[in-house]
């Protein structure tokens, strides 16, 4: 097989193209090979490796203890596993306190994990360091909302932007990355109307998860749709899919489908 008849991988372009068409994006976290290859399978457009590895892998109470290293660990083990799906690594907390720090980081999960794009966690205060990984030719995906690695800061996991400044505060934000450079946009427990907005401020995608139907696609994680978070810990935003289903591969094509189809998420997932 040549070079140019592999296995065609999802894109930046390809996932700008399918905003543009109005196909939602499904995407979905993964953190390892054999995982990764039955989302491939599935037709997951974007596998996210999350630093919620640090709950749902290493038994963590939050993100916060996550590295470097750990995330490059499961990157590597995933983009084992996925051929098809564009691969996007988690910069943990303290991986880019400054944009050069990042710029290292983020290069480690590209040339060492196999990545073809990193996320962060971050309003305005990241668009210096967006700018500078978009000059190097590093797809970003900049995460608001909800921001996991400030729980200490936050004291709790609430949905973001219900009042009015901060909803204006959060759509600046967003015109702020996508400006500067990122190449997605992910929005984590945010109301509905306030995601409508963001999507259609700026022109690139916007993922969901607890932020309505709206949004350009939608992630979860692998483990609230395998059923594996136990129902006194499930988010109202997340669905078990395996309840129903005759196996992973089935509850993951559901997924899919259910997102592509705009069947989930329902109105019962958002805020
Ligand atoms: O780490 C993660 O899995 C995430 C999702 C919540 C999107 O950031």
Same mark, same amino acid.
């Given at each position: 097989?040549?070079?140019? +008849?592999?296995?065609?991988?999802?894109?930046?372009?390809?996932?700008?193209?399918?905003?543009?068409?109005?196909?939602?994006?499904?995407?979905?976290?993964? /953190?390892?090979?054999?995982? %990764?290859?039955?989302?491939?399978?599935?037709?997951?457009?974007? &596998?996210?490796?999350?630093?919620?590895?640090?709950?749902?892998?290493?038994?963590?109470?939050?993100?916060?203890?996550?590295?470097?290293?750990?995330?490059? /660990?499961?990157?590597?083990?995933?983009?084992?596993?996925?051929?098809?799906?564009?691969?996007?690594?988690?910069?943990?907390?303290?991986?880019?306190?400054?944009?050069?720090?990042?710029?290292?980081?983020? @290069?480690?999960?590209?040339?060492?994990?196999? =990545?073809?794009?990193?996320?962060?966690?971050?309003?305005?205060?990241?668009?210096?360091?967006? !700018?500078? *990984? =978009?000059?190097?030719?590093?797809?970003?995906?900049? $995460?608001?909302?909800?921001?996991? +690695?400030?729980?200490?800061?936050?004291?709790?996991?609430?949905?973001?932007? !219900?009042?009015?400044?901060?909803?204006?505060?959060?759509?600046?934000?967003? *015109? @702020?990355?996508?400006?500067? #450079?990122?190449?997605?946009?992910? *929005?984590?427990?945010?109301?509905? =109307? *306030? %995601?409508?907005?963001?999507?259609?401020?700026?022109?690139?995608?916007?993922? #969901?998860?607890? @932020?309505?139907?709206?949004?350009?696609?939608? &992630?979860?994680?692998? $483990?609230?749709?395998?059923?594996?978070?136990?129902?006194?810990?499930?988010? !109202?935003?997340?669905?078990?899919?395996?309840?129903?289903?005759?196996?992973?591969?089935?509850?993951?094509?559901?997924?899919?489908?259910?997102?592509?189809?705009?069947?989930?998420?329902?109105?019962? $997932?958002?805020?």
């Amino acid at each position: 097989m040549s070079r140019h +008849q592999e296995v065609r991988r999802t894109t930046v372009t390809r996932l700008q193209k399918l905003k543009a068409e109005g196909e939602k994006i499904a995407c979905l976290t993964a /953190y390892d090979a054999s995982f %990764a290859r039955a989302l491939d399978a599935a037709g997951v457009d974007v &596998i996210l490796v999350g630093d919620s590895l640090g709950m749902v892998v290493q038994g963590h109470d939050t993100t916060v203890p996550v590295t470097v290293e750990d995330v490059l /660990y499961h990157t590597r083990c995933v983009a084992r596993g996925c051929e098809r799906a564009l691969l996007m690594a988690d910069m943990p907390f303290m991986s880019y306190p400054t944009p050069e720090r990042a710029l290292d980081n983020a @290069a480690r999960f590209l040339q060492e994990g196999g =990545a073809q794009m990193v996320k962060l966690e971050g309003g305005a205060a990241q668009e210096a360091t967006v !700018r500078l *990984l =978009a000059l190097n030719g590093i797809p970003v995906c900049a $995460h608001l909302g909800l921001k996991p +690695q400030s729980i200490h800061k936050l004291g709790a996991y609430r949905v973001q932007g !219900r009042e009015a400044a901060a909803a204006d505060a959060m759509v600046r934000d967003a *015109l @702020a990355l996508a400006e500067a #450079g990122a190449d997605l946009l992910l *929005l984590e427990c945010v109301p509905s =109307a *306030l %995601a409508d907005r963001i999507r259609d401020a700026v022109t690139i995608p916007v993922i #969901g998860i607890g @932020a309505g139907a709206g949004c350009d696609g939608q &992630i979860l994680v692998l $483990h609230d749709v395998l059923g594996l978070t136990g129902a006194g810990d499930m988010p !109202r935003f997340a669905k078990d899919f395996l309840a129903g289903n005759d196996g992973i591969e089935a509850a993951v094509r559901d997924y899919v489908e259910q997102v592509k189809a705009g069947r989930f998420p329902a109105a019962e $997932h958002a805020f």
